[in-house]
């Protein structure tokens, strides 16, 4: 066997798997199974499905995933630099579809580095709604803010922090919580030899105890009748079905809803929670039945690794945002839920009577001028959320800024650029999230002659002025929004035939 698996843990999956553990050891031997993921934020299906450039096929469980063939490459193609799709391996992908995200939602993602989850997330609120996105690792946060703007989302939050800092500032907001817990990674091992030698410095006790703070935050900052799914990457039954009927033993407003059959996706397994040491004392006899109705995915049974799926219901009648200003007047305060949207001379009032400060001061409010002064003359943007300041920057935020007031806070939202000197400069993120018809001036480059990638690597381009695509009355020079195959990749500045290179330097192409 290639993998040195450890000798405890396939004790114990032979003791559990019985008949089936020659075929679970068997699977250790064959390849894992690498899939891509079509972003619906910036091609729909239908065209990715005609442009993408080498073989895939599809997943069971993810209408917008692929598998891709083994050795592939997919990360050393200017689509993937576009933001077109993300590299994800397939089990991953069940998490998120069993969340049932719609659009307008209030979705909290809670242990989101790197960010594919919450990639896949944004995908289906389609810029409406809101997206918080969390990880507890400083570090770790860098390479999900990267994702979030690499993918073009317009809608979200980063922050980093603890899950109950952030029930105190979003008590009962969220309609989706999405748990992609920390746990002993067991199902990773195919995949991740390092997931292996870790094994034991993960152990499962350390983890149960993670799992069960994360879960008790995640009741609190649940709205009524709204949804979480608890996942992890392990088999061990005392992170998966123990955790699940210990926490609707402790929750009894909350169900377990089954995965949908046609996934193909194998049920709970209530039978291993007594071999394993659980007592009832944790949980009740009825409680622990109801997890067969969590999801497993076995590498022997399905193309994919190992992943445990449980989605969680809260039984109370549901409370839907309301949208409509008027209404909102006249709603008793107790009726909306954080985060609702308030008529602007109704925020106000609040903050007078909560003793807030106004919304921006003179000095803030010139420097968001340039940001606005930028965007007419450069954009033909709608408006994305309330324009703030955070750190000399500027963000489209999709949440009142007060309400971060507190929490260690990565990006407030929509990153749309910097000012300095009372210049407004524009932002990557900015430009990875248009569109080529919110831009005053565009530029497609063919990913086929070789321009995408001279691009990416940072390079000065010799472009003509007919090669820009210019809104009526708009002259080529200036900012350009640079496009490949006509999908938005980063920003060039256009003058006399030459475009200068704004690709930042960190994202370019090794």
């Known amino acids: ?21 020659p075929a679970f050891l068997d699977s250790y031997q064959a390849p894992h199974y690498a899939g891509i993921r079509a972003n619906l934020l910036k091609i729909n299906q239908a065209e990715f499905e005609q442009i993408v450039p080498f073989p895939v096929r599809p997943i069971r469980w993810c209408g917008t995933g692929y598998y891709t063939e083994d050795g592939l490459k997919p990360g050393k193609h200017p689509y993937y630099h576009a933001g077109l799709y993300y590299i994800q ?7 998120v579809e069993a969340l049932g995200v719609q659009p307008g939602d209030r979705v909290l993602d809670l242990c989101a580095a790197p960010g594919g989850k ?76 390092d997931m292996v030698r870790q094994w034991e410095k993960h152990s499962v006790v350390k983890c149960e105890a993670m799992q069960k703070d994360i879960l008790r935050s995640a009741a609190e900052l649940l709205a ?34 089954p995965i949908p059959q046609e996934w193909g996706i194998s049920g709970g397994r209530p039978e291993w929670l007594k071999p394993e040491g659980l007592t009832e004392e944790e949980y009740t006899a009825e409680a622990a039945s109801e997890t067969s109705k969590c999801g497993r995915l076995w590498p022997h049974l399905i193309e ?25 007047a ?11 949207r308030r008529p602007a001379k109704d925020k106000q009032s609040l903050r007078k009577k ?64 910097t000012v300095k000197n009372g210049r407004f400069t524009p932002g990557h993120p900015l430009a990875a999230a248009l569109r080529p018809e919110e831009a005053m001036r565009s530029l497609s480059l063919s990913s086929e002659e070789g321009e995408a990638v001279r691009y990416l690597k940072g390079e000065t381009l010799a472009i003509s002025p007919d090669r820009i ?41 090794t």
């Open 118 to 193: 919450s990639t896949q997330i944004a995908g289906k609120l389609q810029g409406t709604g809101v997206l918080v996105t969390n990880d507890i690792s400083a570090e770790r946060t860098k390479a999900l803010a990267k994702n979030i703007e690499l993918y073009g989302v317009r809608n979200a939050v980063v922050l980093n922090e603890a899950p109950d800092r952030i029930a105190k500032a979003f008590p009962h907001y969220f309609n989706r919580i999405l748990i992609d817990a920390p746990c002993s990674g067991e199902g990773m091992f195919r995949k991740d030899a």
């Open 224 to 257: 009524p009748g709204g949804t979480i799914v608890y996942s992890t990457c392990t088999f061990a039954p005392e992170e998966n079905e123990g955790m699940i009927a210990a926490f609707i033993s402790r929750h009894p407003e909350f169900s377990i809803i």
């Open 1 to 21: 066997m290639a993998i040195q698996l450890p000798p405890a843990f396939l004790e114990r999956m032979e003791k559990l798997l019985g008949d089936e553990y």
């Open 89 to 95: 391996e397939p089990s991953a992908m069940a998490p």
């Open 304 to 328: 994919g690794e190992g992943h445990f799926v449980a989605v969680l219901r809260h039984n109370g009648a549901e409370a839907v945002p309301v949208e409509d200003s008027d209404t909102q």
């Open 354 to 417: 909560k003793g807030l400060p106004e919304r921006t001061e003179p000095a803030e409010q010139e420097m968001l001028g340039t940001w606005s002064s930028f965007a007419a003359s450069n954009l033909k943007l709608e408006s994305e959320g309330e324009p703030i300041m955070f750190g000399g920057h500027v963000y489209l935020s999709p949440v009142a800024k007060e309400q971060l007031n507190g929490l260690k806070t990565v990006r407030p939202g929509w990153y749309v650029g």
């Open 330 to 340: 006249h709603l008793p305060e107790e009726l909306l839920l954080s985060g609702t």
């Open 469 to 509: 695509q210019c809104s009526e009355g708009v002259e080529p020079k200036g900012y350009v929004l640079v496009c490949i195959d006509g999908y938005s990749a980063g920003w060039g500045k256009w003058l006399d035939g030459m475009l200068k290179n704004e690709y930042p330097a960190g994202w370019r192409w």
